[in-house]
C-alpha cells in the first residue's frame, strides 16, 4: 500500500482516472470525503502480475 497526498479533490480524481486510462483499476467504492481528508483507491496493474 502507498498514499499520495496530492493538492486538491480534483487532483485526486484526475489520478484515480488516469490510473484506469492505463490498466489500472478505479476505486470500484464510493467517493470517501470526511472534511479534512479526501480517499480514493486504485490497484496498479503490474501488482496482480507478479502474483
Given amino acids: 500500500m502507498l498514499a499520495v497526498s496530492c493538492d486538491s479533490r480534483a487532483a485526486v480524481d484526475a489520478m ?9 483499476t478505479a476505486d470500484i467504492n464510493a467517493r470517501q470525503d470526511y472534511g479534512f481528508m479526501y480517499n480514493r ?6 501488482d496482480a502480475k507478479q502474483g
Fill in 41 to 46: 483507491s486504485l490497484a496498479d496493474p503490474d
Fill in 16 to 24: 484515480n482516472e488516469a490510473a484506469a486510462k492505463h490498466g489500472g
